[in-house]
């Protein structure tokens, strides 16, 4: 039996009652101009996702300098000089759906292409076992490092090598299980019957590990 769960927003909520894990989730919020325009106010970078979505469809990246707006869609972005331009842009790209708006992290890059990380987690036989790890690279141009849309994977030691320092790469693997294995307790226990979690980290240049999301598909 593996349930499934489609909404990131009920999945954030879960994980964020657990102070330990809420340091390494973004802030967060469900869409609305007034949420837009808030988060704008205390983060000069979001990114946009659909509450349901997956593959990297959809996801934007919106950001703010001195007073002028860039919404970012796959390799387009297009620049707007007020808010209520920038909101009639997410809007067209949003097509109603219901959207999360999230804190958006600098990760740590190779050769300037973002870096993020996957890991595997499968219950068989009773108990959860780590099934991979693995570094995913943005394709060059693009934010969103999803392989769909054209990301390279490598292993996670290599990814942390290539991005940060070969000495981090111990600690930092070890981390991402730590936060896997408390994450994955908080949510069985809200929701019995899931099976495979696929969990998207990512880590900023100071170091610091970010769940970016969690997904009961993972490819």
């Known amino acids: 039996m593996n349930r499934q769960l489609a909404s990131k927003w009920l999945k954030t909520n879960v994980m964020l009652a657990n102070p330990y894990i809420a340091r390494h989730i973004p802030a967060s919020r469900i869409f609305s101009s007034a949420n837009l325009r808030s988060m704008l106010g205390s983060y000069s970078m979001l990114v946009l996702k659909p509450v ?116 981090l790469i111990s600690v930092k693997k070890q981390q991402m299980r730590q936060l896997t294995k408390v994450s994955t307790n908080l949510l069985e226990s809200r929701f019995p019957g899931i099976g495979q979690l696929g969990y998207d980290y990512g880590i900023d240049h100071n170091g610091h590990i970010w769940i970016l999301e969690v997904n009961t598909r993972p490819q």
Request: with cysteine.
């Open 52 to 167: 349901c979505g997956a593959g990297g469809l959809g996801v934007m990246k919106v950001t703010r300098n001195n007073g002028s707006y860039s919404c970012t869609y796959m390799s387009r972005t297009v620049h707007r000089t007020s808010f209520n331009g920038l909101l009639n842009e997410v809007n067209r790209l949003r097509h109603g759906r219901r959207y999360l708006i999230q804190r958006g992290i600098q990760l740590a890059t190779i050769g300037g292409r973002p870096i993020d990380y996957r890991v595997k987690y499968v219950k068989s036989n009773g108990q959860w076992h780590y099934r991979s790890m693995v570094g995913r690279l943005a394709r060059r141009g693009l934010f969103v490092t999803n392989l769909c849309r054209g990301g390279t994977i490598m292993t996670a030691a290599q990814g942390i090598r290539r991005s940060l320092s070969a000495r």
